[in-house]
């Protein structure tokens, strides 16, 4: 067996669970697995190599380490509690913005403040029981952390495991309850030394994490753990903006704003629509057909005579000759308003209506 997995502790005969140290040597010390209850060996007379225990019959068990590892958890974590003065529990707790559920910035960044919260357990509980019963589900804990003067209180109930976390109805039954991936010894002895630290955030990538039971986590489940007060949050954020004026002109650009500061910026537009995206490309063309949907403007960036020069010096009205105009000369896009050749691009317009309409209403604001 590896180093990390020799068994120190095992029940005598007497069901006491004891360590390697505490009994004679050889099968003198009338012990046996905490596993499968063989009978075993106590090798704790040299000094070269570390003391243990092995099974009598040559074959050790697979699953005695780990469950040597829960039941010395138990055990030695509720003498602390039970014995110490100050036992404490320490997590995250996150004030979020009020808008959070709601705002369609909350992608950019955390919209809350968190604070480190420490507690002593015993200005609140004073008993501490193993085994006992939830109280919402037929199921046991390791440890039962609760109040005998104050029966009212909510009770904390404890899980320890080694390679098998609890099953997600136990962990949301509504309790409090603290999940401990227990690995050795050491991992023991920081919760008798320091109490409960939360070391995962108790979320869907908490459960993904301790399910996977690739890493050791402490993660608290039905603590109050935050709010949604923190209305002075603010962010800057990252956007395209696009801009649509009544002569039919308009324009679109990469934008910045804080959060709760998002405004029109141009007091004569007709309408400003912000594209919460980091990425502009394509937003132009997704939205500038907004103007003539909503109000009818013409302007010769929709008609199907505005297309590419033959000479790729840019974008002319194929009707130019006819019309009589310069096509070197800068063209005024909103001269479509008064041409009676204005012929609509119905088939690009309906595509790009189409995905607009089809973006979620917290992936844009419309400011008019």
């Not at 993660?219 to 039919?248: H, P, V």
């Not at 709760?260 to 937003?283: F, M, P, W």
């Not at 002319?316 to 050749?341: F, I, M, S, V």
Request: glycine content about 4%; overall charge neutral; aromatic content about 12%.
């Amino acid at each position: 067996m590896h180093q990390k997995g020799l068994l120190t502790y095992a029940f005598d005969s007497t069901d006491n669970f004891v360590h390697i140290d505490e009994v004679s040597n050889g099968l003198a010390c009338d012990c046996y697995c905490p596993s499968c209850r063989e009978r075993l060996v106590a090798r704790n007379g040299g000094v070269k190599r570390i003391h243990h225990f092995a099974h009598a019959s040559g074959v050790d068990c697979e699953s005695a380490y780990e469950t040597m590892l829960h039941q010395l958890a138990k055990l030695r974590v509720q003498e602390a509690f039970l014995s110490k003065d100050i036992f404490n529990v320490s997590f995250e707790y996150r004030s979020y913005c009020p808008q959070v559920n709601t705002c369609a910035f909350v992608k950019y960044g955390n919209c809350y403040k968190a604070t480190h919260k420490k507690f002593n357990l015993k200005n609140f509980y004073d008993s501490c029981e193993q085994e006992l019963q939830y109280n919402s589900i037929n199921r046991r804990s390791d440890l039962k952390i609760f109040s005998s003067k104050n029966p009212q209180l909510a009770p904390i109930y404890i899980e320890f495991f080694v390679t098998h976390a609890s099953d997600v109805s136990k962990l949301h039954n509504g309790s409090k309850i603290i999940e401990v991936k227990i690995e050795s010894e050491n991992d023991i002895q920081r919760i008798v030394d320091n109490g409960f630290i939360e070391s995962c955030k108790r979320d869907s990538r908490a459960l993904e994490v301790i399910e996977s039971g690739n890493e050791s986590k402490t993660i608290f489940w039905g603590f109050k753990s935050e709010d949604y007060n923190a209305a002075n949050i603010t962010q800057e954020i990252e956007f395209s903006r696009y801009i649509l004026y009544a002569s039919g002109k308009s324009q679109c650009y990469q934008d910045t704003s804080l959060c709760k500061n998002l405004s029109k910026v141009r007091k004569q537009s007709l309408l400003e629509i912000c594209i919460h995206t980091l990425d502009a490309l394509g937003v132009y063309e997704m939205v500038k057909y907004q103007g003539y949907k909503r109000f009818g403007i013409k302007n010769c960036l929709y008609c199907k005579n505005y297309v590419d020069s033959y000479d790729r010096l840019g974008k002319l009205c194929r009707l130019y000759k006819y019309l009589g105009l310069n096509r070197l000369e800068q063209h005024d896009t909103a001269k479509a308003k008064k041409c009676p050749y204005f012929l609509i691009n119905q088939d690009e317009m309906n595509e790009e209506l189409k995905h607009f309409e089809s973006l979620d209403k917290d992936k844009y604001t419309e400011l008019d």
